[in-house]
Structure formats: structure tokens, C-alpha cells
């Protein structure tokens, strides 16, 4: 099968598809793109599925051999893509022939890059998904970030139209940003000094911060309930451990966990953080799930709506 060979890897770059959905009860966690928007904005350029396997770079430094024509993408992060040594826009579809040589740069806003390739990558699946979660060993390329050599199996399709993306419509990645949250059932049981306490402060990302979750440093939160039972934890659930620093959790998370939780950050919002890395100042503040519902609702809508710019392909 025609492909791409892997040049150099980058920083960290994973083969993500849209995630192991219903896999929880055996300890797999669901794994996918950290910003679900960037990836899915990649691949509708290529006119793929949404949910096709396509790689997440962050920071970026990846370099690629072609071996056959095709189309792709580059969504997300600003990393200055270039196709044989020549400067291209992101948020656009690119026309790649046999032989092409394609290098990424190094981020400069935001810290993840989602390059889709017409018909996604074409990786074994394992329970349902090739998405990779290192820390679980399990999809992508034997469960592991790409390395120099790797091969990237995709069928020779191209397509018809180049296709770009608005400049209205193109995400601006911050570093200062108001996460909703939806409360839970537990956060009755926080005290109402400590839940104001929450909601007014502002927190930074602290050094440790992945694809499983970002630990904040800021005001601490105290719950006076101790030795609590272990349960399945939600994509953007808000933990707050032992030392009160509160711990958002992604696509990466554990599966169960016994820490009290405020809630979970809405999604559209958790997309955004995982953007961001230490330093970045964070605030929180309330959602219902009804709002939450539509605010997700409207965005699909949006994206559903917008219309490329449309070139012949030569």
C-alpha cells in the first residue's frame, strides 16, 4: 500500500482517530484528539469522515516522505507547514504528488497540529479504535508516538477541490481562558465558601500537564469528606486530590478514580486547554446542562454551515 515514511517524528506526534469509545468497563481508556475541533476541521478539508485516523503533532518538528499523490491538511496549532521547502498555509487542503517532501516547523500559538491525509491513515484498529494511548500501549504504531521510520499506510486518493477555511472562522488559541463547568452531584457536599472560592480564583497550568490531564496551582479547595469510593470518571471532570489543586482530566484520563469532583469542564471549553501549556492562566465559571447542550448544539451547526474556499484542483 502507497504511504508516507516518517522522516523524523517531532516532538510527539500520535495516529488519532476519533477515540475508544465503550471501552471503559475493561480499564481502556477513550484516547482520540485532544482538540476534537481542530481534528475534525482537518479531516472535513480533505473531505474525509470525521472520525478518520489522522496524526496529532505537538509542538510540531515533523517531517514526511511521500510516496504517492494525495491531499492534506494542517489544523490547529500555528506551525508553519512547508511542502518541498516551500511555506503553505494551514486551515487549507495542499495537493501532495509522489516524491513530496513535507515539513513542520515549531509552534507559535497553541501546541497541538492535526495533519489529516485523504482516506486516513490506515492502522490496524484494537477494540474498535487505532487511536494511541501510550500510557496504555495500545493503537497507532504499536502503541507508541511515531519514530523515524515509521510508515504510514494510506490508498492514493486526491481531492477534486483545494479547500480553505475562512480566516473568520479560524481559531484563535489563548492563554487566559474562562472554563464552564458543569457541576456534579458531589459538589453540593463542598462548602459554600470553598465552591465561591473556586469559581473566583485564578489558577495557572502547572508543569504537569499531558494528555491525561492538567494539574492547576492556585487557591486550594478543601472537601471535608474523606475515603471515598472509587467510580467512572467523565472526559473534563474537575478532581480535586488531597493538596486542593484542582486536576482537569482529558482524553487520556483513568478510567475510575475516588478524588471528589466539582464537576466536568464543558467540552468545547476542555478542547481549548488542552491547547494551552505552563503558564497559562485559567478561570472557571458556572453552566447548566441545558446551556451547555445548546452552546454544543449551535457549535456543530457552525461547523456544519461554513463554507470552504474552493479551488480547482490542478
Same mark, same amino acid.
Given at each position: 500500500? *502507497?504511504?508516507?515514511?516518517? +522522516?523524523?517524528?517531532?516532538?510527539? %506526534?500520535?495516529?488519532?482517530?476519533?477515540?475508544?469509545?465503550?471501552?471503559?468497563?475493561?480499564?481502556? %481508556?477513550?484516547?482520540?484528539?485532544?482538540?476534537?475541533?481542530?481534528?475534525?476541521?482537518?479531516? !472535513?478539508?480533505?473531505?474525509?469522515?470525521?472520525?478518520?485516523?489522522?496524526?496529532?503533532?505537538?509542538?510540531?518538528?515533523?517531517?514526511?516522505?511521500?510516496?504517492?499523490?494525495? *491531499?492534506?491538511?494542517?489544523?490547529?496549532?500555528?506551525?508553519?507547514?512547508? =511542502?518541498?521547502?516551500?511555506?503553505? !498555509?494551514?486551515?487549507?487542503?495542499?495537493?501532495?504528488?509522489?516524491?513530496?517532501? &513535507?515539513?513542520?516547523?515549531?509552534?507559535?500559538?497553541?501546541?497541538?497540529?492535526?495533519?489529516?491525509?485523504?482516506?486516513?491513515? !490506515? /492502522?490496524?484498529?484494537?477494540?474498535?479504535?487505532?487511536?494511541?494511548? @501510550?500510557?496504555?500501549?495500545?493503537?497507532?504504531?504499536?502503541?507508541?508516538? #511515531?519514530?523515524?521510520?515509521?510508515?504510514?499506510? /494510506? +490508498? +492514493?486518493?486526491?481531492?477534486?477541490? %483545494?479547500?480553505?477555511?475562512?480566516?473568520?472562522? &479560524?481559531?484563535?488559541?489563548? %492563554?487566559?481562558?474562562? #472554563?464552564?463547568? =458543569?457541576?456534579?452531584?458531589?459538589?453540593? $457536599?463542598?462548602?459554600?465558601?470553598?465552591?465561591?472560592?473556586?469559581?473566583?480564583?485564578?489558577?495557572?497550568?502547572?508543569?504537569?500537564?499531558?494528555?491525561?490531564?492538567?494539574?492547576? $496551582?492556585?487557591?486550594?479547595?478543601?472537601?471535608?469528606? $474523606?475515603?471515598? #469510593?472509587?467510580?467512572?470518571?467523565?472526559?473534563?471532570? /474537575?478532581? &480535586?486530590?488531597?493538596?486542593?489543586?484542582?486536576? /482537569?482530566?482529558?482524553?487520556?484520563?483513568?478510567? &475510575?478514580?475516588?478524588?471528589?469532583?466539582?464537576?466536568? @469542564?464543558?467540552?468545547?471549553?476542555?478542547?481549548?486547554?488542552?491547547?494551552?501549556?505552563?503558564?497559562?492562566?485559567?478561570?472557571?465559571?458556572?453552566?447548566? =446542562?441545558?446551556?451547555?447542550?445548546?452552546?454544543?448544539? #449551535?457549535?456543530? *451547526?457552525?461547523?456544519?454551515?461554513?463554507?470552504?474556499?474552493?479551488?480547482?484542483?490542478?
Amino acid at each position: 500500500m *502507497s504511504g508516507f515514511y516518517v +522522516e523524523h517524528p517531532g516532538m510527539h %506526534t500520535l495516529i488519532e482517530d476519533a477515540g475508544r469509545i465503550g471501552k471503559a468497563n475493561l480499564g481502556l %481508556t477513550t484516547g482520540g484528539p485532544a482538540d476534537r475541533m481542530a481534528f475534525y476541521w482537518a479531516n !472535513r478539508l480533505v473531505e474525509n469522515a470525521r472520525g478518520c485516523a489522522a496524526l496529532e503533532v505537538t509542538y510540531g518538528g515533523l517531517k514526511l516522505h511521500s510516496s504517492c499523490n494525495s *491531499s492534506i491538511a494542517l489544523t490547529g496549532a500555528d506551525i508553519e507547514l512547508k =511542502i518541498n521547502n516551500q511555506r503553505v !498555509r494551514n486551515w487549507q487542503s495542499h495537493i501532495i504528488e509522489k516524491g513530496d517532501f &513535507i515539513e513542520l516547523g515549531f509552534s507559535q500559538n497553541g501546541i497541538k497540529a492535526y495533519l489529516a491525509i485523504k482516506g486516513g491513515i !490506515r /492502522v490496524e484498529e484494537q477494540f474498535g479504535s487505532c487511536a494511541t494511548v @501510550v500510557r496504555e500501549h495500545i493503537g497507532g504504531i504499536n502503541g507508541s508516538a #511515531l519514530i523515524k521510520g515509521d510508515w504510514l499506510p /494510506v +490508498e +492514493e486518493q486526491i481531492c477534486a477541490h %483545494t479547500n480553505a477555511l475562512p480566516e473568520n472562522a &479560524i481559531p484563535t488559541y489563548l %492563554t487566559s481562558l474562562n #472554563l464552564r463547568v =458543569i457541576t456534579g452531584y458531589q459538589y453540593q $457536599q463542598f462548602s459554600v465558601h470553598q465552591r465561591q472560592r473556586f469559581f473566583s480564583s485564578e489558577y495557572q497550568v502547572s508543569s504537569q500537564w499531558d494528555r491525561m490531564g492538567y494539574r492547576l $496551582q492556585g487557591e486550594a479547595i478543601t472537601f471535608p469528606k $474523606q475515603n471515598m #469510593l472509587s467510580e467512572g470518571i467523565a472526559y473534563g471532570a /474537575v478532581q &480535586i486530590p488531597a493538596d486542593g489543586q484542582p486536576i /482537569v482530566l482529558l482524553n487520556d484520563r483513568q478510567t &475510575i478514580g475516588g478524588y471528589p469532583k466539582m464537576g466536568s @469542564v464543558f467540552s468545547l471549553d476542555a478542547y481549548q486547554l488542552a491547547q494551552c501549556q505552563q503558564g497559562a492562566k485559567i478561570r472557571f465559571e458556572p453552566i447548566s =446542562i441545558e446551556n451547555a447542550h445548546n452552546e454544543l448544539y #449551535l457549535a456543530q *451547526s457552525r461547523f456544519k454551515q461554513i463554507e470552504f474556499i474552493k479551488k480547482a484542483a490542478n
